[in-house]
């Protein structure tokens, strides 16, 4: 930034040829590849198209049956659930292995890597591995049996009742290393004075969690909050890969659901517009990390 | 520094008092360090636990990955083992077609992440060191198409590939997980740019160096730390991927190991065995790079933390 001083003038006015070069190659690649497809899909939805004829104009046509739609408003209640579940449990989680493993100390990384590690593997290995478990002879019906719960054996993933909740827990166990990671870092930021100022004073351990520890994460609460929104309503993987949505919809999300009806049922209208509504969900907070990020680009 | 060290050694003191209570008397010496023990005990054991309860599904599919086919449909998926083999790791490999789908991530995931960094360094530099009209305007825009849900682009850019006639090749999904992950990463590098001192530059402007040199000789390496962290997260991230492989992509020869996973999963219904060792085919790669690169993955997912 300093750089701008006494130079700013001439590059003002001429910027070398070569480094809006470098700029606008990127970002026609994204133009290309995001942008374009980006607006084509908010125009799909107002149409009705099976991919063959050109699509047909139909106005809001799709929204309007959206309001009909069974199955939609199971999509669109799971997703607001999963939000809240997934999104509640590994901010809770992510936060309390964090709290939990901040000290540097012996053995410590070992510990922050076996929570970490499973967030290097692919959401449909995750789903394999725990597909097994779920299994009616698989591990977990076992290890029920074993401590005497033996009536709460199900078949996890088959049961209309259970296939929602079984499919959170993969999510939740693959995301609870990476937002523990962000509040590790943000514990790390917290001055130490605090504490001690707080310790002076005779606050209880419960009293400093209160009064520092949780203000001090504001900023590190909305980046975890971006992160959790943004990955809820993007997870399609997990989802996919256990149950396809199934038993007769009782896992589906909107991005499942979206999926087939685009590329199984191919109606591409209605699928565009079904993305258009996960768009207006995320939409609240993709702005409120822009404005974020604008800020920060500002300073 | 020295009232850091005294009001921790007076918690540590404390601890054994309150806790212990009057049964330490007896040795006036020992309480801070039995309390301490204690207390290290405690932290080992919850820590250890939670973290065995985590590293259990890993294990777990490890064991599966070595048993036999009959051993599991003998004594049940969940049952301990009998058998040990290594036989499911050839029939993942070989005949699930892990191999082919191997090579196709490694064809995927490589260019994609040269390219889309590349690109990404480059816009980075100009948008930071370059006092170019709507720069603010320009990173946000980029940024803000990386944030997008994916689903509002699948349908177009599935038709878009099937126009360039590239559908159902491996260009299609470099083409897009560039387009799609440049933003973010021009994002992040300019945040890291930005702060490097100007006065080097200004050095290499006065010794003539053009754009182009002091892009590739002097921020560029700059930036090493920034590039090696993100090198280490876009690998895993564009590995993992499935959902742009699913879009644009067709024949089973073609899949990544993701969508091949699967496929393979379909293939071998309830052969636990090949499914849990294509498993950790699918997986090793990404753990041995978050093995070798732990510390830039870490730094990596707290650079693109907006705060």
């Given amino acids: 930034m300093a750089l701008l001083g006494s130079t700013r003038r001439s590059r003002a006015t001429r910027v070398p040829p070569v480094v809006l070069a470098f700029v606008l190659v990127p970002l026609l690649a994204e133009a290309f590849w995001v942008f374009w497809p980006a607006l084509q899909g908010f125009y799909l939805s107002l149409t009705s198209w099976d991919g063959l004829s050109a699509p047909k104009f139909v106005g809001l046509g799709n929204f309007s049956e959206m309001v009909h739609d069974e199955v939609f408003r199971t999509a669109a209640i799971n997703t607001v659930l999963w939000l809240l579940l997934f999104g509640g449990l590994s901010a809770a989680l992510g936060l309390g292995a964090a709290l939990l493993l901040q000290q540097e100390r012996r053995g410590i990384g070992f510990y922050r890597a076996a929570l970490f590690l499973p967030v290097v593997f692919s959401l449909v290995a995750t789903a394999l591995v725990w597909q097994a478990m779920y299994q009616p002879d698989g591990l977990i019906n076992n290890v029920l049996e074993a401590i005497g719960l033996g009536g709460w054996k199900h078949a996890w993933l088959a049961d209309q009742d259970t296939a929602f909740y079984a499919v959170i827990v993969p999510a939740l166990w693959r995301q609870v290393g990476y937002v523990m990671v962000l509040y590790l870092a943000g514990l790390k930021g917290i001055d130490p004075v605090l504490y001690e100022a707080a310790k002076v004073d005779g606050a209880t351990r419960l009293q400093q969690f209160r009064h520092i520890t949780l203000p001090q994460l504001r900023s590190v609460n909305a980046v975890v909050l971006s992160v959790i929104v943004i990955d809820s309503l993007r997870s399609f993987d997990v989802v996919w890969a256990l149950t396809r949505g199934g038993p007769y919809h009782s896992s589906e999300l909107l991005s499942t659901y979206m999926y087939s009806t685009a590329f199984q049922s191919l109606r591409l209208g209605y699928g565009s517009a079904l993305a258009v509504v996960i768009f207006v969900l995320a939409f609240g907070v993709i702005a409120s990390y822009l404005v974020r990020a604008f800020r920060e680009a500002d300073s | ?307």
């Fill in chain 2, 1 to 307: 520094m020295t009232a850091t060290h005294a009001t921790t050694d007076l918690k540590d003191a404390e601890g054994p008092a309150g806790r212990a209570g009057p049964a330490k008397v007896a040795a006036p010496r020992r309480p801070a360090p039995s309390g301490r023990a204690l207390r290290t005990a405690g932290f080992h054991l919850s820590a250890g636990l939670l973290s065995a309860l985590w590293l259990l599904p890993i294990a777990l599919v490890l064991v599966t990955s070595t048993r036999t086919f009959d051993d599991i449909a003998a004594h049940g998926v969940g049952s301990w083992p009998h058998s040990f083999t290594f036989d499911s790791f050839r029939q993942a490999w070989v005949d699930g077609g892990q191999q082919r789908a191997l090579i196709n991530s490694m064809l995927v995931t490589i260019p994609t992440v040269l390219l889309s960094l590349g690109l990404a360094s480059m816009a980075a530099f100009a948008l930071s060191r370059y006092d170019l009209p709507f720069r603010r305007v320009l990173l946000l825009l980029m940024l803000g198409g990386n944030l997008l849900p994916p689903q509002i682009l699948l349908i177009p850019v599935s038709k878009l590939s099937e126009m360039l006639g590239i559908y159902d090749q491996l260009y299609a999904l470099i083409g897009v997980q560039v387009g799609f992950g440049v933003g973010f990463y021009v994002f992040v590098l300019h945040g890291f740019m930005r702060a490097i001192p100007g006065e080097i530059q200004q050095a290499a402007v006065i010794d003539g160096a053009n754009p182009w040199q002091i892009y590739w000789r002097i921020i560029l390496p700059l930036a090493r730390p920034a590039l090696a962290a993100l090198t280490a997260l876009s690998f895993t991230w564009i590995f993992n991927d499935l959902l742009w492989a699913i879009t644009v992509l067709r024949t089973d020869t073609q899949m990544p190991i993701t969508a091949s996973l699967i496929g393979l999963q379909g293939q071998y219904v309830s052969m636990w065995n090949v499914i849990a060792a294509g498993s950790v085919i699918a997986a090793a790669p990404t753990v041995a790079v978050f093995l070798r690169f732990q510390r830039y993955f870490v730094a990596g997912l707290n650079l693109g933390a907006v705060k």
